[in-house]
């Protein structure tokens, strides 16, 4: 226990912040970048992927020269913002009034069919499995040539922070 108060605790000067899990609006938003045939909760991908490609550099092996796990993830979150600036939005979306609009992840998943190997070019497909009323799940594929190397899933939710009021989820 302190005495004399001088070690207390001090307040954030930060403001808070709220979050509000977005609907209506910005499934609407999101239906005019999107493109046709996205169906909502389970309806099947868009039959059209967007597809870019990746180089595998060292920093992306591990010792056994093998490309690390962890550099699929850090992949497809790279991949996802090059698909959302391709329709013309953003992950993380700034209002001059202080509204800011982002994509947090609620889950996302990776498996690994095949090795791949330091300077590698892996072709990477994004499709959009579902659109929810206010969640996004992304489909990857990963490939080297002919071969599959991993598939991953991520869902994310679209959220409004509102700065100066206090945080909720």
């Not at 869902?155 to 100066?164: D, F, L, P, R």
Request: with cysteine; net charge neutral.
């Amino acid at each position: 226990n302190v005495t004399g108060g001088g070690d207390r605790a001090r307040p954030s000067r930060r403001p808070d912040r709220r979050v509000v899990v977005h609907s209506a609006s910005v499934r609407r938003d999101l239906e005019q970048v999107l493109p046709q045939g996205v169906r909502q909760r389970g309806g099947p991908a868009m039959s059209v992927a967007f597809t870019t490609t990746r180089r595998v550099e060292f920093a992306d092996t591990d010792m056994a020269g093998l490309v690390h796990f962890t550099t699929y993830y850090r992949m497809m979150e790279s991949v996802e913002h090059e698909f959302l600036r391709s329709l013309g939005t953003s992950v993380l979306n700034r209002d001059d009034d202080g509204r800011t609009v982002s994509w947090p992840r609620l889950a996302a998943e990776c498996e690994f069919h095949a090795p791949a190997f330091f300077e590698d070019e892996l072709e990477i497909l994004v499709r959009v499995a579902s659109l929810g009323r206010s969640s996004l799940v992304l489909k990857y594929e990963f490939r080297r040539g002919d071969d599959r190397i991993a598939s991953g899933r991520m869902k994310t939710v679209c959220c409004e922070i509102q700065e100066g009021e206090s945080l909720l989820a």
